[in-house]
C-alpha cells in the first residue's frame, strides 16, 4: 500500500514539496491542524522561516503531536528551516530572541551560516544514502550543523567537511533543498522509508492518539 | 560551487511563500515583527502612509538604519530603492541586504527605465498592476512579483484589482493558441519567451506576492484566495492601535486563509486598524501605482 506523506503547510515552500511527491506518484497532504496528521506514513517539514515555523507549531497545537508522530517511529524530514524546527538547539549567536524547536534531532544548528542572501549557492553533494550520482543541492541562506549527538550520523558533507545533513534514526534534516531541483530521489528514499511504517504498522499509535 | 543563481534567487522568494513581509522603521518593531512571526521585514525610514502624507521626494532609507534594523533581527531583511536607480540598488547590495524592492513607493529616479537586475547578485522583488508589468519586470531580472495596490491607504480595493488582472491575464494566455502569442506578447508590452513560458504553466516563471493596502487579517485571507503566494504589510501594521497584537493576527490569516473558523478566531479584538483612505481621495498625480514602465 502507497504511503500518505504529510508536508507541514504552515509557511514556506510546502507546494514544491507536493509537487515532488505527485511527480512519484505519492499522496501527500497539507499539515496545518493536529488532526490532519491521522493516516499519515511519514512527514516533511519544509523550508520557509524557521522563527514563523516555529511559531505557528506551537500556535496551533502541533508540538506535541508532532513529537508524538517521531516517537511512533515514522520518519520525519526537515529541509533547511525544517531542520532548524527540528533540532534540540541553535547556537546562541544565530538564534532569534524566541525561536520554537521542537528538539527531536540531536544536534545544534547554525541558523544562516554562509552570511547574506548574496552568499547562497548550488553545489553538487555525494549522497551515498539516496545514490552513488551527486545531488544537486541548493542553500538558501542555509544552516549547517554545529555540533551532532552520538546517534546522529552525517549523511552529507561540503568539500570543507561541514556536514548539511544527518539522520537519526527515523529522523532526516537537509539544510538543502532538494524540493527545488527537480531531482526527486531524495523523497523517493524518504517515501521508502515511510513505507516501512504504513497504516498497519502505526496503527497501535494512532488509536493511542485518539483516546 | 555557484553563488547568487538564478534558482537561488527564486529560491528564497519561494521560502518566503505563505508568510508575511512587514515594514519596519525602527530595529524595536523588526523585532515585534519577528517575534510576530514575519518572514521578512522591509527596513525603510517612513512607511508609505507617511510618505504620502508629508510628500518631498522620497529615497533609499539612510545605511545605518538599515543596518540597525538587520542588526535587530535573524530574519531576510529587504529594503527599497527608487525605479531606476541602480546605485542605490549597488549601496544596497554592498551592506548585504537580503532582497532589493525596486518600488514605485520611492521616488522615482528614471521616468523611462528600470534597473537591469540581472546585473546583480542580491534578488529584487518588483510591483506590477499587469501581467505585462510583470513580464518586463522579469524579463529584467526580477525573482519575484508583488502586486502594488496603492500604498499607504490601507484600502484593499487596488490590491485586489492589480492581482485580478495579473491572474486573469495569465488565465487569457492559457486559452490561446500558439499563433496568437506573439501578437499577445505585443499588445502586453512583455518578452514573447515570458509570454510562452506562462502560457504553458500557467503560472508567472517567479513566487508572486500582494501588496499595497493589506490592513486586516480578512484582507490578507482574501487575496490568499485569489492566489497571491503571500502578503506584505506596510502601513496596515505600525499604523494601527495594536501592531503586536494585529501583525500575530494577520501571520495566522495567511497560513489559514481557507479556514473561516480560524479567520474569526484570530480577527477578534485587534483594535482599530489603521484609518484608510478612500482611492477617490487621492489626486491622480498622487497615486504611488503608476510609477513603472
Redesign the interface.
Known sequence: MQPVIGVL????????HLAALARLGVEGREI?LPSELAGISGLIIP???S??IG??IE??GLREPIVEFARSGRPIWGT??GMIVLAREVDPE?????QHLLGLLDIVVR??AF?????????DLEIPAVGSEPVRA????APVVAEMGPAVEPLARLTDGTVAAVRQGNLIGTAF?PE??GDDRFHAWFCRLAREHSPAVQLEPATRGAR | ?????W??KV??A??????VIMDVVTPEQA?IA???????VMALERVPADIRREGGVARMSDPELILRIKEA????VMAKVRIGHFVEAQIL?AI????IDESEVLTPADDRYHIDKHQF???FVCGARDLGEALRRIGEGAAMIRSKGEAGTGNIVEAVRHLRDILDGIRRLQALPKEELMTTAKELGAPYELVCEVAETGRLPVVLFCAGGVATPADAALVMQLGAEGVFVGSGIFKSENPRARARAI??A???YR?PAILAEVSRGLGEPMRGLELEAIPAGQRLAPRGW
Open positions: 503547510a504552515l509557511q514556506g515552500d510546502f507546494r514544491e496545518r523550508g520557509g522561516e522563527t514563523t511559531r505557528l500556535r496551533f533547511c528551516a544565530t538564534r532569534a530572541r524566541t541558523r544562516n552570511g547574506p542572501q548574496i552568499e547562497s549557492f548550488e553545489t541548493v542553500f538558501i541562506r533543498h527545488l531541483t | 560551487m555557484e553563488k547568487s543563481t534558482t537561488t529560491g528564497l519561494q521560502m518566503l511563500k505563505g508568510g523585532q519577528e517575534e510576530a512571526g514575519a518572514v521578512a533581527v535573524t530574519i531576510p547590495e548585504g541586504i537580503d532582497y547578485k542580491v534578488p501571520v495566522e495567511v497560513t489559514h479556514n
